[in-house]
Each structure stands twice: as structure tokens, then as C-alpha cells.
């Protein structure tokens, strides 16, 4: 493992990769402080620029984009009270609070250190988790590969206010997926003659219309301006109470983080709510939360960080995303011609090490930007979002278009658009849809492959030990979340 | 009015399931012992509904949880306006060419739909418009529509 890992940082260090580190750390850090874009519509963004590019430095680039978000998300947070995706809720909580009571610094310095920790911590794990994980994984069949695709969209459904809605999201998912032509016999299927539908819907206009541009249209809809909060270079440092106060929350947030973040369809945003909550049950000071908690600060930011690194270990190991900002990565692996799996660490080391040395890299970039040039990327807030939107709204299209070099995509793209607006005011997860979509070749192939093993008998579902188990995994989660929805009426009663 | 909007997914997965149904009945549910093309379209159908069906309880039972969030009077003028230009956008783009297309939308957004002055509205859409000529067009080399007399 040691020396795979060395071949990753020469891999790494060269000029080229470095470089694109950096510029993927850094537009990470900018979309995520955009309220409305985020990293994963940031990764579909670029994903068009990245066609020219070795597959190696591609994801490279685009795994910086994914955790540099998580950072950048934090300044919009803390400075502007808004969380530029779901996973920054807790932190605007006590991080707006922290810098309404005049430490804007401290808490963007112990955001950013946590981050850093709990980002490297993961990184390890996902050096030593993912190698076991896939040797799990060549054991994997059809069947199993059906059932793990079933648990990444339930999954999603299991957790949240609204598990029926977001069960609904994903089965909207899957049903675009089946657009174009049957997977195994080639067969046009609901594409109602256009030839634009005959390749099926593509995960980019998909991810960037319900993202980006819904993300946008909700911006715009919207008539309150939000005054930024300016913070110093000075206004930076920790107290040594700070610390003593912080240390266990980012070892916990970290934990809880990488835990959530390995199971499918989760994410960043749960994990840091989980370790929020924890954190206050341990805190002596449970009242501080909601106040300018630091402690509730460091334990959110930790544990988002570790999330968007641990759902790296199911899609590099299983190849299935953990997150939608690794479904993107996966898609980018799948554009580049390589299929993610239990395969890939044997097929694609260099590629996997390489990605997991970067990430060490990037996160240590990461943390040097944020605790001296917080205050300059702050000032990119002081852009007004009137200019920012239609930019946004542009350069997307524009990303969509060049990804198909059609303008049925951009069509596709205002359509996904609206559909991720109504979403967004009719109170349906999006997430849940974009991770289905690009689930679903995957989980119709292995079904019909499973049943074709079995001329045609369910019972091999059951027969296969891990398929068995995740059976029941499957049913628990399918069953436990519509059981919760319907149990809130005997609780209120 | 509420109580419609909160249906309103599940009376739309309700019509696309049936819509998938239709539009897949031409297609082979069993290929001998082989599942046919339509065999997860209709599986992925018979969910759409039970899960929409669930939604509906849940209503009526009143342990749904959702919470619509509507838009003020104005913000629905302004999300039309944007939608108006991003159609509008996409029915000029082969005409006048995708960098032109753009700008005009950007100004139309910028001075008319959320009324930001003039100078740095041109500011912005020179900066941006130049930005994508110069990384998509010049550096990637992708082929964007240019103006139909060019």
C-alpha cells in the first residue's frame, strides 16, 4: 500500500497534475462560496473542460472541486448567513452567529482547520478502506450490483423530513434513464421518435438544470439583499480555549463524517447535521448552540469535509456514488473511458493512488488559502448577485453545449431547470433524481442479468450470501422511512 | 390550492407511470427466459404508483411533513422573465450565433429583468461573453454556433 501510495504522490507532484490541484481547489473554493452553485454543479460545469485532459488530471481536478467546496461553502456561511449547498445549515447556525458577535475570523480559521484535519484523516482511510472494500467487491455479481444500486437510491429516501418525496425523486430518475434505447438489446424505447432522444438524456444537462440553473432561478425569485460581514487577517487566530474546546469535536465530526459519507446516497449534508447533534449532546454547554457554538461549528465543518472524501470509497471501490458530487466524478471516470468498480484498483492503481495523493495535496493547498486569503475571498462576495446569476446561468449553457455539441442539450438544460425549480418549491429532494439517473444503466443491466442467471427466478437474490444480506438492507431501508412518515401521526396523537 | 400543490407530485408520477406503461407497450415484458425492454420500465411503473399512492395517504392522514416553499408576488414574474429568456435564447442561438445569443440575453437579464444600470451591466456581459470566446471557443477549441450570414 505504502509504496502504491508513494507512485501516487509522484504521480501528484508532476507540474501539470499539481497545477490542476490547484485550479481544482480553487474554483472548488469559488462555486462553493456561490450560493446557487456548489461543488457538484461546479464538477458538471467543468466537466466539458476536462475532455482534452489526461483521465488522471481530470479527476484529479475535479476531486478538488469536490472537497474545495466544502470549504468555500463555509464563507458564504459564516460572512453572509447563507450556506451555499444543504451541508453548510449547521454552519451558518453558529458560524453567522460567531461573526455577528465580532469572530468571523475564528471561525472561518477553525472551519478551515477542521476541514483540513478531518480531510486528510478521511483521505487515509480511504487509502486503507477502499483496497479491502474492493476485494469485497470482486465477490459482487449481478445480483449484488442490482441490490447496491437499489440501496444508493433508497438510501437517499431513508433519511430526511421527506422520505416518500425523495423515494418518488429517484424513481423520477430512473424513468429518464430508461430515454433512448434498451441497454441489452438495443431496442429504441420512449424516445417518441426524436432523434436528440435516441442516445438517451445525458447526466450533464440533468445535473447542471436542476443544480445550477434551478439553483439560480431560486436566487433570482427572491427580492432580500444579504450585507456582508468584512473580516481581517488579524481577526484570524484561535485561543488556546478555543482549542481545548474544539479538539474532540473535530476528531468526532470526522468519525461521523467518513461513516455517513461511505454509505450510498447520504452525504455531507447529513453527516454534518448527525455530528452536530452529537456534538451537543457531549457539550457542556448545550445552549451555546445556535448562538456561536465553536465547537458546533467545528464538529459541522469536519464532518461535511469528511463526508465529501468518504464518499469516495463506495464509487472507487463498488462504483457507487456516495454522494451526488461523486456521481459527477463517476460520470467524468465513465466519460474518460474508464469504468468505475471493483476492477478499477486493479486496472486503474496508478489513477485511484494518484487521486488519493492529490487529495492530501489538495486539502494542504486548501488549508493554506483559507487561513490567510479568507478575507480576499470574501471579497468576491461583495460581487452582487445580480451580476454573478446571468453569468452563472451562461457559462452553464454554455458547459452543457459543448459537452454534446448540440443544442438540444441546452433545451435540456432550461427543461431540467424548471423541473429542479418546481422541485425545489414543492419540497422534493433533488439529489435523490441525479443520483438515480446515473445509477440506473447499471441497476437495469444487472437485474435483467440476474434473472437471466436464474432463467428467470427471483430466488437468486436469496440464494447468494451478500446478495441476502443486502436484501434485507434493501427492505429495511425501503420499509423504515414510509414506517417513520406514517408513525408521526401516532406520535402527534 | 395547497392541497393540490402538495399532490402534485404524486398526481404527476401517477400520470408518468401511465405514460411509461403506454408508451412501452409495443415492447416484450418476457424474451423466453430472459426479462424484455419492458420489464423494469413497467417494474419502475408499479413503483411510481404505489409510492405516489403512500404520498397521497400521507396527506390525508396529515404525516406528510413537506413544506411548500411559494414565491413572492414578484419572484414568479421574474423566474417567468428568466425562463422567457433562456427559450428565447435557445430558439436564437443557431440565427445569431451562440457568443452574440448570449450577450443579448445577458443585457436582456441584467437591464430589464433585474434592473441593474447600464455600465456595469456592459461590464459584465463583455467580461463573460469574452471569457467563454476565449477559454470554450480558443483554448478548447469546441465549435460554437456562430451568426447563420457568417
Known sequence: MFEALSQGFVLAFEPQNLLFIFFGVLVGQIVGALPGVGPAAGMALLLPLTF??????????LAGIMYGGQYGGTL????INVPGEASGVMTAMDGHAMARNGRAGAALAIAAVGSFSAGVGAVLAVAVLTP???SVGLRFNAPEYFLLCALGVIAVGSLGEVPIRSLLAGVLGLTIALIGVDPLTGTPRLNFGLPSLYQGIDFIPVAIGVFGIAEVLSSLERSEKVEPIRTRLKDMWLTAEDWTTCRFSILRGGFIGLFVGIMPGAGASVASLLSYLTERKFSKHPERFGN???????????ANNSAAHGALIPMLSLGIPGSASSAVLMAALILHGIKP?????????????????SMVIGNLILLIMNLPMAPLFAALLRIPYTYLAPGILVISLV??????????TVWMCIAFGILGWLMMKLDIPRAPLVLALVLAPLMETSLRQSLLLSLGSPMIFVERPISAVLLVTVIFALIAPIWRTFGRRRLAR | MMRFLLAAPALFMICLALGVVL????????????PGPRFFPAWLAGAAIVLSGLLLLTQRLGTDGARLDLPEPGGTGRVLAVLAGLIALALIVPLAGMVPALALFMLYLLLWVLRAPVLPSIGTTVLVTAAIELIFSRWLGVPLPAPFFL
Request: aromatic fraction near 6%; avoid cysteine.
Open chain 1, 399 to 408: 458547459g452543457a453545449y459543448a459537452a454534446t455539441l448540440s443544442v438540444a
Open chain 1, 52 to 61: 482534452g485532459l489526461e483521465p488522471v488530471t481530470a479527476i484529479m481536478m
Open chain 1, 132 to 134: 479491502a472494500l474492493a
Open chain 1, 341 to 357: 468498480g471493483p476492477m478499477l484498483m486493479t486496472q486503474e492503481s496508478a489513477l485511484v493512488w494518484g487521486l488519493i495523493a
Open chain 1, 76 to 79: 458564504t456561511s459564516v460572512l
Open chain 1, 292 to 302: 456561536g457554538a465553536i465547537d458546533g461549528l467545528a464538529a459541522a465543518e469536519s
Open chain 2, 23 to 34: 408508451g412501452t407497450s409495443g415492447l416484450k415484458l418476457w424474451d423466453g427466459f430472459t
